[in-house]
Structure formats: C-alpha cells, structure tokens
T-cell receptor, first 115, second 111 residues
Framework: KAGVTQTPRYLIKTRGQQVTLSCSPI?????VSWYQQTPGQGLQFLFE???????NKGNFPGRFSGRQFSNSRSEMNVSTLELGDSALYLC??????????????FGQGTRLTVV | SQQGEEDPQALSIQEGENATMNCSYK?????LQWYRQNSGRGLVHLIL?????REKHSGRLRVTLDTSKKSSSLLITASRAADTASYFC???????????FGKGTRLHILP
C-alpha cells in the first residue's frame, strides 16, 4: 500500500511569488490535513479537508489556501511568499478526520525555502 | 500560542533505560495524540488517548492522561537506538476542533 506522497520534496522560491504544493493521500483515505513546521514556531496546523470540504483551519493568513479534489488529492497554495514562509510543509491523510482522533499518516514533507 | 508544551525539551539516556516525556496543555480537549519524528522527516503516529481514558499501552509505549492537571506522559520502556527522535504531543481542542502541537522533546539514546 503506497504511503502519502508529497511533491515536490524541495522548492526554492522568491519573495512575492506564489507556490503550490501537492499531496496524494493513501488510497481510500478521505481526509487530508496540512501542517507547517519551522524552528521558531514548531509544528502548526494549517487546515484539514474531508471529502473536498475544508473542515477546520488553523491561525494562518488568507495567503494560505488549499483544496481537495474528488480523488482526495490535495493542493496547498501560498501566495505572495514571505521569507517567514520558509518551512517544512507536511501533509497527512487519514480515513476519518484528524480532529476526530483518526490516526494520520504523514508524508515526507516539502521543504520550501523563500529567498 | 502553543497549546501543548513538552517537558523536557531534550533527553539523553542509555540504551535499555526508560524514557519519560510529559506534555501539558491549556484548554479542554477531545483527545491527545503522540507522534515521533526522525530528523525533520514526516511524523509517525504513536498512540491516541481520548479525554475519557486515563492510560493506554502499545508495545513498549505507555501513555497516561490526567485531564484535571491537563497533562499527559509518554513512557518508552527498554529504549533502543532506533527510538532516537523528536516526540510531539498534539491536542484536539474541544472548543474549536483545532489541532495544536507542542514544541517537542528531542530524545537521544546513547549506545
């Protein structure tokens, strides 16, 4: 059974640009959640999608958005990149919602560097 | 601000010893989960404990939850070199269903 796949693994972008990250969940999983990890702020929850609907959202500005497709694949978009957006972005998939306590399986992450 | 705070921030023990990490949180929760992360890679789910449970076991792992003290502990018994990693607790706040992670405990198992 294939795990959670995140693409790309590494990305370098310039301030002001936008970026789209992709996450392919484990087959059969309907929930995809996204997280940002930085040395300063640690791990922070961005949002969770379940059956194409955003179920909940962390405390991030509107520049961070996401969507989920009918095949459960998800994308996360960050517009007008700032230096502080440099981070490891993790996605996780689960059968049910993460906030409901379902075990989440994480991908290896996308390392975004903003210069 | 972070909901969960792990204690200690870093821990080094000899292989074979037991490791105990603690997590405190601020508001009422639905459940608490522990995760392991190796060298900035993806997280691995270890165990979930619900707010109405007090203790759970999984292999060498034992998790306790004290809702009156808003704290949880993770015990790893008979530690191995492969247990070297960062350990995070994550809480699901019942007032808004947000997942909040603690800052993590870096565990180093010495040979």
């Amino acid at each position: 059974k294939a795990g959670v796949t995140q693409t790309p693994r590494y990305l370098i972008k310039t301030r002001g640009q936008q970026v789209t990250l992709s996450c392919s969940p484990i087959s059969g999983h309907r929930s995809v959640s996204w997280y940002q990890q930085t040395p300063g702020q640690g791990l922070q929850f961005l949002f969770e999608y379940f059956s194409e609907t955003q179920r909940n959202k962390g405390n991030f500005p509107g520049r961070f958005s996401g969507r989920q497709f009918s095949n459960s694949r998800s994308e996360m978009n960050v517009s007008t990149l700032e230096l502080g957006d440099s981070a490891l972005y993790l996605c996780a998939s689960s059968w049910g919602t993460v906030v409901g306590g379902t075990e989440a399986f994480f991908g290896q992450g996308t390392r975004l560097t903003v210069v | 601000s972070q909901q969960g705070e792990e204690d200690p921030q870093a821990l080094s023990i000899q292989e074979g010893e037991n490791a105990t990490m603690n997590c405190s949180y601020k508001t009422s929760i639905n459940n608490l989960q522990w995760y392991r992360q190796n060298s900035g890679r993806g997280l691995v789910h270890l165990i979930l404990i619900r707010s109405n449970e007090r203790e759970k076991h999984s292999g060498r792992l034992r998790v306790t939850l004290d809702t009156s003290k808003k704290s949880s502990s993770l015990l790893i018994t008979a530690s191995r070199a492969a247990d070297t990693a960062s350990y995070f607790c994550a809480t699901d706040r019942d007032r808004d269903d947000k997942i909040i992670f603690g800052k993590g405990t870096r565990l180093h198992i010495l040979p």
